[in-house]
């Protein structure tokens, strides 16, 4: 079963505007949660965290928002750039055994038109 | 510093055979991850080692085995493919705790 879902596949925006990504989870154990972002034949590079504890972060352009009633996160990019063209993933971890795994979203692959 | 490393790239085998993959994590990163990430999908995970041993594994069959050296390289190994397993294969390292975990840049396997 998928715990980390991302239901919006693709996403397009133009320069300078807000892009807004969203993730919902399912398992109320997850205390810890990360973007990262992907460009075709690399892998995934961490763009921004997030703990439970906190309900927002924030690093220059890039802002996560957490609401652990509605589990539910999203991601901020603001002004968005055309160089931020690519699949964004959430991933969270929380696995109660110790183990750093992480549950990742399908992505959702976001288009920022010049 | 080099991130992490994976050798092959890319690779091609049949049904029925066996596959080993190699990362080689950042310096002074004792814990390796490996995820599968199938086309249209999320990446998902296998194993993680820490310090060469197991710490964590996921909903895969035991046909999927890895194993960490001494030098926290990894190897993952895959007996009886199936055309199931073609993917993309990726390995994270991370300091070990709860922290951000660097991934490579996988290596594409083909099941025919």
């Known amino acids: 079963d998928q715990q980390v879902k991302q239901n919006s596949p693709s996403l397009s925006v133009q320069e300078g505007r807000i892009s807004i990504l969203n993730c919902d989870y399912t398992?109320?154990?997850?205390?810890?949660f990360l973007w990262y972002k992907k460009y075709p034949a690399e892998g995934p590079t961490f763009l921004i965290s997030?703990?439970?504890?906190?309900d927002k972060n924030e690093d220059g352009r890039f802002t996560v928002f957490l609401n652990k009633s509605a589990k539910h996160l999203s991601l901020h990019i603001v002004p968005s750039q055309p160089g931020d063209s690519a699949v964004y993933f959430c991933?969270?971890?929380?696995?109660?055994?110790?183990?750093?795994?992480?549950?990742f979203g399908t992505g959702t692959r976001l288009t920022v038109i010049p | 510093d080099a991130g992490v490393t994976q050798s092959p790239t890319h690779l091609i085998k049949t049904r029925g055979q066996h596959v080993t993959l190699r990362c080689s994590p950042i310096?002074?990163?004792?814990?390796v991850s490996w995820y599968q990430q199938v086309l249209g999908q999320g990446p998902q995970f296998i194993f993680q080692?820490?310090?060469?041993?197991?710490?964590g594994r996921g909903n895969f069959p035991d046909r999927f085995s890895a194993r960490q050296f001494p030098n926290y390289s990894s190897e993952l190994n895959v007996n009886a493919l199936l055309l199931g397993d073609s993917a993309l294969y990726l390995c994270?390292?991370?300091?070990?705790?709860?922290?951000?975990?660097?991934f490579g840049p996988g290596t594409r396997l083909t099941v025919t």
């Open positions: 398992n109320s154990m997850f205390d810890y």
């Open positions: 080692y820490y310090e060469k041993e197991e710490r």
């Open positions: 997030i703990s439970s504890i906190k």
């Open positions: 991933a969270a971890s929380g696995d109660q055994t110790g183990a750093n795994n992480l549950f």
């Open positions: 310096s002074g990163h004792k814990s």
């Open positions: 994270a390292s991370s300091l070990g705790g709860l922290d951000e975990q660097y």
